[in-house]
């Protein structure tokens, strides 16, 4: 197996094999939402949005705790070719279900529903423009949407003032093997070729949340494993100063 270090320079881009693309994140994009965030990285854009709602679902009512939960969708020209909207078609597609339940789930775990409160946040998360990485920069930008939106219940007193709703922050990247070399934050075209591919989502402290790994071409082993895991917690390390900046400014 190729090691980073003899891998410097393989990529199309230009990047080193632990390289994430650039990432910018523009908190506060939307004016009318609780929270929210455009982020970039490389060619993959998505606007997270965070919806707060005093109140929660029927089954939880009077248990004291809130809920958080997702949505995901992409624009009919985010990609090469126009997709139909599947609100035209009629029904949601089963990867949009799937990922919308990942970034939902994602974001729970760092959130304690008790200090939540019985209120609702409900995260939009519109690929405007997709070159791999979509669900991975989705919940990337929604924990910043997030945070700002417990912001807003906080102020507005629907949250205690001392509540710690969010336990610690939460970023995710993609990774994988790619001609022999595991790398760091795939775009489209090492993403469609890659032999083992993986979505790896990790808290701020450096624990994981979920690791999505799937062998497209051909199984790895253990040390390869390893390899991707230690691309993904420096990757998600970066990602986490830089949502520390966003929502400091």
């Avoid at 197996?1 to 393989?10: K, N, P, Q, R, V």
């Avoid at 071409?217 to 520390?244: I, T, V, W």
């Amino acid at each position: 197996m190729t090691t980073i270090a003899e891998s410097a320079g393989l990529r199309a881009d230009g990047r080193t094999a632990d390289q994430l693309r650039p990432v910018t994140i523009e908190r506060g994009w939307s004016a009318q939402a609780e929270g929210s965030a455009l982020i970039t990285v490389g060619g993959t854009r998505v606007l997270c949005t965070a919806s707060f709602t005093n109140g929660v679902p029927r089954w939880l009512v009077g248990k004291g705790r809130g809920w958080v939960t997702a949505e995901y969708g992409m624009l009919p020209r985010s990609t090469n070719e126009r997709m139909d909207r599947e609100s035209v078609k009629g029904r949601v597609g089963g990867r949009t279900h799937e990922i919308s339940r990942l970034i939902g789930r994602a974001l729970r775990a760092v959130i304690d529903t008790k200090a939540l409160g019985e209120n609702t946040i409900k995260i939009d998360c519109d690929v405007l423009q997709a070159d791999g990485g979509t669900r991975t920069a989705s919940i990337t930008g929604a924990y910043v949407a997030l945070a700002d939106a417990v912001e807003w219940g906080r102020d507005k007193g629907f949250i205690g003032k001392k509540a710690t709703a969010l336990t610690d922050s939460l970023a995710a990247v993609s990774v994988g093997i790619v001609d022999g070399v595991p790398m760091l934050d795939l775009p489209y075209e090492e993403d469609s070729r890659a032999e083992t591919d993986m979505n790896v989502v990790v808290t701020g402290s450096g624990k994981f949340v979920e690791v999505q790994g799937t062998a497209e071409a051909a199984p790895f082993d253990r040390a390869e494993l390893d390899a991707l895991l230690d691309l993904a917690l420096g990757g998600c390390l970066s990602l986490s100063h830089l949502q520390r900046e966003a929502l400091a400014r």
